[in-house]
């Protein structure tokens, strides 16, 4: 299953190499906050990233991006034509590090483990995953019927309704 975990992005700034690409340093719990490269410069002021909660797919190979390294990928919805594009937006309340799940509240200890980066490399978890994951008319993030929540509440879009996420 996927990795998914509430980060606070505590340092951002445009990547040396690449006019479409920032560089993060996201908290998502670990002894040392992790670099992660996101195409969002057309769509996410700069501003609007530093001390900001955010949603981190977690558990993806490292991946080389202009010399740099990412370790994750911040999650975002978009609208079906890609113009309009926005962070996932953790609840008031949630913790850096925190494992988001689906589901109600009982669920939260029933999810699967987390694949490791390379299991979801070769099973294409992610592939299989992210077609089914969407905000619903009120913004929510589901996977088919389950909430997407953290201890403190669903996770959401702030303005893009029934949109895909990636």
């Known amino acids: 299953m996927l990795d998914i975990r509430v980060g606070l992005v505590l340092k951002a700034w445009r990547h040396e190499e690449a006019d479409s690409l920032y560089v993060e340093e996201v908290d998502v719990?670990?002894?040392?906050?992790?670099?992660?490269c996101s195409g969002l410069v057309k769509y996410v002021p700069l501003d609007h990233l530093q001390d900001k909660k955010v949603v981190v797919l977690a558990n993806l190979k490292?991946?080389?991006?202009?010399?740099v390294k990412s370790c994750g990928m911040l999650m975002a919805a978009s609208d079906a034509s890609h113009e309009n594009v926005?962070?996932?937006v953790p609840p008031?309340?949630?913790i850096p590090g925190e494992r988001i799940w689906f589901?109600?509240?009982d669920e939260k200890q029933s999810q699967p483990a987390a694949a490791s980066p390379n299991q979801v490399q070769k099973k294409k978890i992610w592939e299989l995953v992210q077609p089914h994951l969407k905000t619903d008319a009120s913004g929510i993030v589901v996977l088919g019927v389950h909430l997407m929540r953290t201890s403190a509440g669903v996770v959401v879009s702030r303005s893009l309704k029934n949109a895909n996420i990636s």
């Open 103 to 105: 589901g109600s509240e």
């Open 92 to 94: 008031e309340g949630s």
């Open 86 to 88: 926005e962070l996932l």
């Open 62 to 67: 490292p991946r080389n991006m202009r010399g």
């Open 29 to 36: 719990g670990e002894p040392e906050p992790r670099i992660i």
